[in-house]
C-alpha cells in the first residue's frame, strides 16, 4: 500500500492491530473531571466505597482511547472519509494502570464508484491483560476509493 490508503486498499476479513495503552488512575480522574465527573470516575475517596472499590474508566474515556489507537492504525491513513455511526458495547470496567491491547477487523467494503466513495464497516475490540474485552465497537464509514482505480474502470 501507498502513503495514502483508499478504501479499495481494505480486505473484507483484514485485522489490524491498534497496539495497546496503559490508563492511569490520575489520566482517569482528569478525564473525568473535564468530561465524565460521576464520582465513580472522578473522585477516588467516594469511588472507594463504591461496589466497584476504586475509580474506573469512563466508557466515553475508553473509547476515546480506542479512537486514538485506530487513527494511529487504519485512519490517519485515509486522505478524506467520514464516520458514518458507531455501535459501541462497554463490557467491563476499566481499572487504573490497566493495559488495554486492541484491534479491528475490516468487516465490508460496499464501493460506490458513481460516488467516488465506498461503505465501509469496522468491527473493533479492545482488551484488558486477562484478553477480557473491556470495548467492543462497530464503526460505519464512507471513505474515498482510489482516483487512479476509478480512471481505469471508466
Known amino acids: 500500500m501507498?502513503?495514502?490508503?483508499?478504501?479499495?486498499?481494505?480486505?473484507?476479513?483484514?485485522?489490524?492491530?491498534?497496539?495497546?495503552?496503559?490508563?492511569?488512575?490520575?489520566?482517569?480522574?482528569?478525564?473525568?473531571?473535564?468530561?465524565?465527573p460521576i464520582f465513580?470516575?472522578?473522585?477516588?475517596?467516594?469511588?472507594?466505597?463504591?461496589?466497584?472499590?476504586?475509580?474506573?474508566?469512563s466508557g466515553l474515556h475508553t473509547l476515546?482511547?480506542?479512537?486514538?489507537?485506530?487513527v494511529r492504525a487504519l485512519w490517519q491513513h485515509f486522505n478524506g472519509g467520514i464516520g458514518s455511526g458507531f455501535e459501541i458495547r462497554f463490557r467491563r470496567a476499566v481499572r487504573p494502570d490497566t493495559t488495554l491491547?486492541?484491534?479491528?477487523?475490516?468487516?465490508?467494503?460496499?464501493?460506490?464508484?458513481?460516488?467516488?466513495?465506498?461503505?465501509v464497516t469496522v468491527r473493533g475490540e479492545l482488551v484488558d491483560e486477562d484478553g477480557s474485552a473491556v470495548l467492543e465497537l462497530t464503526n460505519y464509514s464512507v471513505l474515498p476509493l482510489s482516483p487512479a482505480r476509478l480512471a481505469t474502470s471508466d
Do not use: F
Open 64 to 70: 476515546a482511547i480506542y479512537q486514538r489507537l485506530a
Open 40 to 57: 465513580i470516575h472522578a473522585d477516588p475517596i467516594t469511588a472507594a466505597d463504591s461496589p466497584l472499590g476504586g475509580v474506573v474508566a
Open 101 to 119: 491491547t486492541g484491534h479491528l477487523t475490516i468487516q465490508t467494503v460496499t464501493a460506490r464508484p458513481e460516488r467516488h466513495d465506498a461503505k
Open 2 to 36: 501507498s502513503d495514502t490508503w483508499y478504501a479499495d486498499d481494505l480486505e473484507p476479513g483484514s485485522r489490524i492491530s491498534l497496539g495497546s495503552y496503559t490508563v492511569t488512575e490520575s489520566e482517569i480522574i482528569d478525564y473525568a473531571q473535564r468530561w465524565d
